[in-house]
């Protein structure tokens, strides 16, 4: 415990160290905006809750894939370094469409970078019918399939969630997320109903 | 008011009324703050619990940064009145979301206190708690209550609490009031019987037992101690009332006393009078009788003397018998008055230092006769360092004149021995007589009143031996009055001692003495040499006295001159200045005091020595006013010729130098016999004694 106590301390101080003086200073930066974002996702691998047959293993890493260009540097990969979610692990990896079909497939919250606009509903396509928690960064990500999407509300990091996108890859979103976020329904891009 | 004077009923009822509103009031504070303690436990773990609710509710509000959320989260604390405020800090401190109920006037908002938990803050209940999301913390939920559920609970309660008391104190006052009657109703009724009691005095009141505690036992005792005062009343009333009667009667008896004491006074003042008027009698009649005694006495030993110078020896017997029975009749009458003075207490000493063996051989030489008469022999045995005594010498030797007296009369041809020394007691000197007989002597019972008067051994003595009997009385009391004393020895048939003591010193309160010691201590130079040596005044009124005197004086060898008067023996006593004068008392116009008034009271006359004539018992009136001696008529010539010769001796010493012949003293020595002595008075008045 006490192990757990000073590995909580250190974590908070990187935590601090990274997140600190600039969390609220979304509006010009970058880096700030998408240091938040890379908490939210932290945040989010906590408020939900997948399928026991995402994981091979008990203790198998929560893996969160980067799908195309890292808008984060390395801030998620310290902010998850050393975390723990549930016993598991986290994991990041940086994967690019078409290349890592596999480890696509295999991730558990996969983030469709901004660069990826033209294969968002390709990836959703992909993705739909797997317990992976898609989030977008893209305006519409949600409303096209994607489970969550970041938005920008009064230069503010907000949230979107698509429910019924999420009970189809089977994961169980919190309520306490829930509330926080704006529920969107699926809007099909060419018009026509998903079905 | 002093509550410790209240009455018992108030004190029980204060103490039950103190005693259960204090037991109400410990239990019931006691359960109340229990109660109210625990209730506020209980609204702290509501508090966390509510903290808890709102921190999770809110958690990921504050995950994603989402104060709008937050603020609606806690906005639903609406619904709890109680809380007033409620904040959401974020981890490093700041106020990340807050809510104020709106009736709050002045939110007090504070910084996150490192702990958590939560704590009462003045009148607020607060509390802190971590926020965490997924066992990671991301904030801090601060939580106000007012508490006003306990406020009004314990509003609630205070005023349950007062009722309660108020109710039970008002049925306890109902019990207490009742029930104290318990205790007190005996002990007020004790009171009311103890206070009737004291106010009536009637111990017949019981007071009533209650019950049998402790106060039944106080009552018990109280009656059992009104039964003991009622009888001790009764009694004391019953002794009072006797005391009473008793009282009636001693008062009766004291009236009676007096009435008695009253009849004794008057008995006594009558006795008195009666004593009185025997005295002044008794007086009277030794006048009346020694007047014409004198003169029997008197006129026949002048009968005799010259009965003898004629040679008619045959009456010369005759004679001397009168003259014997005169002096008996006399020696009666002076021993009468004698005892009465004495019982009177009006016989007083005069005191004068005398030579003792002198005094001794006079006596012997004068009783010789008497001791003679029985054919008894007597022996004087006197110790060399007798001396001089001082003492009354009439009084000593009429004692010793009664001894010898009697000593004579009661023995027949036996040996009377007269002893005396000197012996010292006490620091004093004591001068003892022993007069000594063969005669019949005394037997024990007639020693108890030997020395009573009036009394003899033997009524038939009296017959035997005649004499008045008053002889020993006489001796016994002037021997006590000289502070001397008197003891008798005898068998029957062995004869008698008689030892008298006396203290060689005699003493009174009244000194007389300075008066008779002139007839030794006459100055020479006031002597006058004119002094007629034989001339002898005679004052009296009396011409059988005059006669006698001048014709005894004259057979002595003096020349007489007579005076009928006061004034008379005066004036003659200044024409012829006389060796003594002789004074008669009872005169008509001027007494004998008033004559020797004069006589001292003039220069020329005043050192003439003064010899009272008389039959005026006071010898102490004589001496005081200058008087040299006191003779009682009938005159004892004899002793009148010692007193005359030693004046003139006096006289004839300080004025010639001794010149007055030895033979000159014979002449006059007045050794006489007297009563059928046996001694002769030739005609130069030579005595011859036959001393055996």
């Known amino acids: ?195 | 008011m002093n509550l410790k004077n209240l009455s018992i009923k108030r004190k029980l009822m204060l103490i039950t009324m103190l005693t259960s509103g204090l037991a109400v009031v410990l239990s019931s504070a006691g359960f109340l703050s229990y109660d109210l303690i625990s209730f506020r436990h209980s609204l702290s773990q509501d508090l966390m619990t509510q903290a808890e609710i709102i921190g999770y509710n809110s958690a990921a509000a504050m995950a994603f940064k989402d104060e709008s959320a937050a603020t609606v989260t806690l906005s639903a604390l609406q619904a709890k009145e109680d809380i007033v405020s409620a904040v959401l800090y974020t981890r490093d401190g700041k106020v990340f979301a807050q809510y104020i109920h709106a009736n709050t006037r002045r939110p007090r908002l504070p910084a996150p206190p490192p702990e958590r938990g939560y704590r009462f803050e003045g009148s607020y209940l607060e509390v802190f708690r971590d926020v965490s999301l997924n066992g990671e913390l991301v904030g801090t939920l601060f939580l106000q209550s007012d508490m006003r559920q306990w406020n009004s609970r314990a509003r609630r309660y205070a005023s349950i609490f007062l009722s309660f008391v108020l109710i039970s104190g008002f049925i306890a006052l109902l019990v207490s009031s009742k029930l104290q009657k318990l205790i007190s109703g005996p002990i007020l009724h004790l009171e009311d019987t103890m206070r009737m009691v004291s106010a009536t005095k009637s111990y017949e009141v019981r007071a009533t037992k209650f019950y049998g505690d402790e106060i039944g036992r106080l009552i018990d005792g109280f009656n059992t101690m009104l039964s003991e005062i009622q009888q001790r009343d009764t009694a004391f009333h019953h002794a009072n009332d006797e005391l009473k009667t008793r009282t009636l009667q001693l008062e009766g008896e004291i009236v009676h006393r007096k009435e008695m004491q009253k009849e004794l006074l008057t008995a006594k003042h009558a006795a008195e009078d009666a004593n009185r008027a025997k005295s002044a009698f008794l007086a009277n009649m030794s006048h009346e009788l020694r007047t014409p005694l004198n003169a029997i006495i008197g006129y026949s030993e002048m009968l005799e003397e010259e009965t003898h110078e004629l040679g008619k020896v045959e009456n010369i017997k005759d004679l001397q018998k009168i003259q014997g029975a005169g002096k008996h009749l006399l020696s009666l009458i002076n021993d009468v008055l004698d005892l009465s003075k004495i019982e009177a207490g009006r016989m007083g000493l005069h005191l004068e230092t005398f030579d003792i063996s002198q005094m001794i051989d006079e006596m012997v030489t004068t009783l010789h006769p008497a001791i003679s008469k029985n054919s008894n022999t007597i022996q004087v045995h006197l110790a060399e360092d007798l001396g001089a005594m001082r003492a009354d010498i009439t009084k000593v030797r009429q004692i010793l004149f009664n001894l010898l007296s009697n000593a004579s009369k009661f023995t027949d041809h036996g040996t009377i021995s007269v002893d005396v020394d000197r012996s010292t007691e006490e620091d004093q000197d004591w001068i003892r007589f022993r007069v000594a007989d063969t005669g019949i002597g005394i037997t024990a019972k007639q020693k108890g009143n030997l020395f009573q008067e009036f009394t003899q051994a033997d009524v038939s003595i009296a017959r035997k031996y005649g004499g008045t009997g008053l002889g020993l009385a006489i001796s016994y009391r002037y021997v006590r009055l000289m502070n001397g004393r008197i003891s008798v020895e005898s068998e029957p048939g062995q004869g008698s001692v008689f030892t008298v003591h006396l203290p060689a010193k005699v003493t009174t309160e009244v000194t007389e003495a300075a008066q008779t010691e002139k007839i030794n201590d006459l100055p020479a130079a006031t002597i006058e040499t004119k002094s007629n040596m034989d001339t002898i005044l005679v004052i009296d009124d009396d011409s059988v006295v005059r006669d006698l005197m001048s014709r005894f004086l004259t057979r002595l060898g003096f020349h007489v001159v007579a005076a009928a008067s006061g004034e008379e023996g005066l004036r003659l006593a200044k024409q012829v200045n006389p060796l003594v004068v002789t004074l008669d008392v009872i005169m008509p116009d001027c007494d004998g005091w008033a004559v020797l008034n004069k006589l001292k009271a003039d220069p020329e006359l005043s050192e003439i020595p003064v010899i009272m004539v008389t039959v005026v018992d006071n010898e102490t009136m004589g001496f005081e006013l200058g008087a040299s001696n006191y003779l009682i008529k009938p005159v004892d010539r004899d002793r009148l010729a010692v007193l005359i010769e030693k004046h003139r001796a006096a006289r004839s010493s300080t004025l010639t130098n001794a010149k007055a012949s030895p033979a000159s003293r014979h002449n006059v020595s007045p050794k006489k016999g007297s009563g059928g002595s046996k001694g002769t008075i030739t005609a130069n008045g030579k005595v011859t004694v036959p001393l055996t």
């Open chain 1, 1 to 195: 415990m006490r192990k757990v106590g000073l590995l909580i301390a250190i974590t908070c101080l990187l935590f601090s160290m990274a997140v600190g003086g600039h969390a609220e200073g979304l509006d010009s930066s970058d880096s700030s905006e998408y240091l938040i974002k890379a908490g939210f996702i932290y945040n989010f691998a906590k408020l939900v809750e997948w399928p026991s047959t995402a994981f091979a293993q008990q203790d198998s890493p929560i893996v969160i894939g980067i799908l195309g260009d890292d808008p984060f540097g390395g801030t998620l990969d310290r902010i998850v370094a050393d975390k723990k979610i549930n016993g598991r692990g986290l994991v990041v990896k940086r994967l690019r469409w078409g290349k890592d079909v596999k480890d696509i497939r295999e991730c558990n919250i996969l983030f469709v970078s901004s660069s990826e606009k033209e294969h968002i509903d390709n990836v959703v396509d992909a993705m739909k019918w797997l317990p992976v928690l898609t989030i977008g960064d893209a305006p519409g990500f949600a409303k096209r399939g994607g489970i969550v999407n970041f938005t920008l509300e009064d230069n503010k990091v907000r949230f979107e969630v698509n429910v019924e996108a999420a009970k189809r890859a089977d994961l169980t979103i919190s309520s306490r997320l829930l509330t926080l976020a704006r529920i969107v329904q699926q809007v099909p891009a060419d018009g026509k109903a998903l079905q």
